[in-house]
């Protein structure tokens, strides 16, 4: 894994446009990471995973939080299953 902040990446972008391995990006002043780049070999083999993980975040709000917490019950059962 790979620490670096907006200023190391503009000096080597290769860190962005090919990463080799996952590069979390800090902010400079906070040292807070904002944004993490994966390769894409990698992306490919958790594609599924990320965009299950995405389509319930985004819908959370649309469940009671009772609705949510059975859901999320269910889906444990789901992934225990495969």
């Known amino acids: 894994m790979i620490v670096t902040n907006s200023s190391d990446f503009i000096k080597k972008p290769s860190y962005i446009t090919q990463p ?17 780049v994966i390769p894409y070999t990698l992306y490919e083999k958790l594609k599924e995973k990320i965009e299950d993980e995405l389509y319930i975040l ?11 917490e059975e859901f999320l019950q269910i889906e444990e059962l789901v992934e225990d299953s495969k």
């Open 20 to 36: 080799t391995d996952i590069t979390f990006v800090e902010d400079a002043k906070k040292h807070i990471t904002k944004s993490v």
């Open 58 to 68: 985004q819908n959370q709000n649309a469940l009671s939080s009772k609705s949510y």
